[in-house]
């Protein structure tokens, strides 16, 4: 498996401000994807991060809310845009693709964002 | 959406017991994985079980893949107070990407 980490673990945010959510893998990885859990729920698909173009969104989700990057095969990062409450969840990051365990998919510790 | 259904929703077992997860899911799959979570922590990769293959174990973890009925099961042996989670499936109904569940509660008493 990989060491997957994510910045920061948790935060508390007030309503219309942006926050950015990065996401570390010690390896290469062929897919990376970002995920929502709202509380006391199951997790959501948000997106398939691209290495290098425009991230695949989920129904539901926009890039104007969820503005995602990928710039190499080990790191992207998750924005949060114009927060709500309603925003308040854990968000995840996970990668697929990794030497030897290509199907298995991995996640990260997740991020705790509460939105006031 | 969700791609799967778990069932029972939550579950409540003594220490010792076996407890019983079962997933079904809509559409054809090529892997299907199982993960815990620990209160709301990260997930935690138990499994995966692929289309053509009926059965899996892991220490005190066994699933079982029916693709017949688009179903699958979690058993975990000699459950321990420290297996108290939320248990997913996850499938990958539409290729290199998975989709949840929506999960089971454990917990084990001591």
């Known amino acids: 498996s990989a060491v997957i980490s994510q910045k920061p673990s948790r935060d508390i945010c007030q309503r219309g401000t942006s926050l950015t959510i990065q996401c570390q893998v010690d390896s290469q990885v062929t897919m990376m994807f970002w995920y929502r859990q709202q509380p006391g729920q199951s997790l959501t698909l948000i997106a398939t991060a691209n290495q290098g173009s425009e991230a695949t969104y989920e129904s539901g989700f926009v890039i104007d809310k969820f503005p995602i990057s990928r710039p190499n095969l080990t790191f992207s990062t998750l924005t949060v845009s114009n927060m709500s409450p309603e925003d308040s969840s854990i968000y995840l990051c996970?990668?697929?693709?990794?030497?030897?365990?290509?199907?298995?998919?991995?996640f990260g510790p997740g991020t705790r964002l509460t939105v006031l | 959406s969700q791609q799967g259904e778990e069932d029972p929703q939550a579950l409540s077992i003594q220490e010792g017991e076996n407890a019983t997860m079962n997933c079904s899911y809509k559409?054809?799959?090529?892997?299907l994985q199982w993960y815990r979570q620990n209160s709301g922590r990260g997930l935690v990769h138990l499994i995966l079980?692929?289309?053509?293959?009926r059965e899996k174990h892991s220490g005190r973890l066994r699933v079982t893949l029916d693709t017949s009925k688009k179903s699958s099961s979690l058993l975990i042996t000699a459950s321990r107070a420290a297996d108290t989670a939320s248990y997913f499936c996850a499938t990958d109904a539409w290729g290199y990407k998975y989709i949840f569940g929506t999960g089971t509660r454990l917990k084990v008493l001591a």
């Open positions: 079980i692929r289309s053509n293959e």
């Open positions: 559409t054809s799959i090529n892997n």
């Open positions: 996970s990668v697929t693709g990794l030497a030897g365990f290509t199907d298995t998919q991995y």
